[in-house]
């Protein structure tokens, strides 16, 4: 048995022979077992940027432009506030930075911003 246990949640670490032997955090006051899995990567996530103030995303070009897409028909919806807003704008914008020499990619991004290219492709 391992003389000590870290958190996967806050990266507590702990030598106390019951917290190792049950897999538990005195800190979150949580089982580790008991922790869902994508909430752990979510805060291992969390940690790492506030540890980096930094985060390295590697997408697929053709995953970003169906991304911008897919963002540019969310910030249609009226409900999406300021916050998630901004959000957009700047992945938008980042989007048009990286294909700033690939015109045929910029053509398909500003035809996203534009709602009357919202139609269904006939059958």
Same mark, same amino acid.
């Given at each position: 048995?391992?003389?000590?246990?870290?958190?996967?949640? +806050?990266?507590?670490? %702990?030598?106390?022979?019951?917290?190792?032997? &049950?897999?538990? +955090?005195?800190?979150?006051? =949580?089982?580790?077992?008991?922790?869902?899995?994508?909430?752990?990567? %979510?805060?291992?996530?969390?940690?790492?940027? &506030? =540890?980096?103030?930094?985060?390295?995303?590697?997408?697929?070009?053709?995953?970003?432009?169906?991304?911008?897409?897919?963002? =540019?028909?969310?910030?249609?919806?009226?409900?999406?506030?300021?916050?998630?807003?901004?959000?957009?704008?700047?992945?938008? %914008?980042?989007?048009?930075?990286?294909?700033?020499?690939?015109?045929?990619?910029?053509?398909?991004?500003?035809?996203?911003?534009?709602?009357?290219?919202?139609?269904?492709?006939? +059958?």
């Amino acid at each position: 048995m391992p003389d000590v246990i870290s958190c996967p949640r +806050c990266g507590a670490v %702990s030598h106390h022979p019951k917290d190792i032997q &049950e897999r538990y +955090c005195g800190r979150c006051h =949580q089982f580790h077992d008991l922790m869902d899995e994508t909430k752990i990567l %979510s805060w291992r996530m969390a940690r790492e940027l &506030e =540890q980096h103030r930094a985060l390295e995303l590697v997408v697929d070009a053709a995953a970003v432009v169906e991304l911008a897409g897919l963002i =540019q028909l969310a910030l249609r919806h009226p409900g999406v506030s300021a916050g998630p807003r901004k959000t957009a704008a700047l992945f938008l %914008s980042g989007v048009r930075a990286y294909f700033a020499d690939c015109p045929a990619v910029l053509s398909v991004v500003r035809r996203g911003d534009d709602p009357s290219e919202d139609v269904a492709p006939p +059958c």
